[in-house]
């Protein structure tokens, strides 16, 4: 029981605190977006969860830094990437479609901007929350409820154009690769 008080108890304490803290300040964080009203409403497990915290993406920045500099730098400025993907055939895509608004709206009141809207078969929303100045990204947010999947994603971080067009080069994507956002 002593070793328990003398080393176990204060190791665990020295090990939560700060991942508590961790969690309340990405939480705070401009770029962050709560999507836990939309994932109460799918009422079933995401088919893929993904969740990138700070720690495992800077082991991938340091991982490809020899082989890509830029987008490793680009991946250095995440401090969380978060993508759930639930079974439309087990959600409820009205209630979802709807229940987006709410967020959608909460969104453009908090500051972010609409880069995208697709109101097909498939409801798409796409918004991003801009520094003061506008010379960064804090954070994406992209609400898909589509016939076949509902996708939410979040990446925070503070993120320039220019490391969004190193990521184009790095994965070949066009409308990416070519943006220049050098400010002077």
């Known amino acids: 029981m002593k070793i328990i008080k003398q080393w176990i108890l204060p190791l665990v304490i020295i090990g939560v605190i700060p991942m508590a803290f961790a969690q309340e300040d990405i939480e705070s964080h401009p770029g962050f977006v709560d999507f836990s009203s939309l994932t109460a409403i799918a009422n079933s497990e995401p088919t ?3 969740s990138l915290k700070a720690p495992l993406l800077n082991m991938v920045t340091n991982l ?3 082989e890509d500099e830029q987008a490793a730098n680009f991946i250095s400025k995440l401090l969380r990437v978060t993508v759930n993907v639930f079974d439309s055939s087990a959600v409820d895509v009205d209630e979802i479609s709807d229940s987006m608004e709410g967020v959608a709206n909460s969104l453009e009141a ?7 809207r697709v109101r097909e078969e498939d409801h798409v929303d796409i918004y991003a929350r801009l520094s003061s100045n506008g010379e960064f990204i804090h954070g994406l947010a992209i609400m ?3 016939l076949e999947e509902t996708v939410l994603v ?3 971080g503070d993120i320039s154009g220019n490391d969004l ?8 994507i066009d409308e990416l690769s070519d943006l220049n956002m050098d400010v002077d």
């Open 144 to 146: 898909v409820a589509g």
């Open 165 to 172: 067009a190193a990521l184009g080069r790095r994965f070949d």
């Open 110 to 116: 908090e500051g972010w901007e609409r880069v995208v």
């Open 48 to 50: 893929v969860e993904i």
């Open 154 to 156: 979040n990446i925070v």
């Open 64 to 66: 490809i830094r020899a």
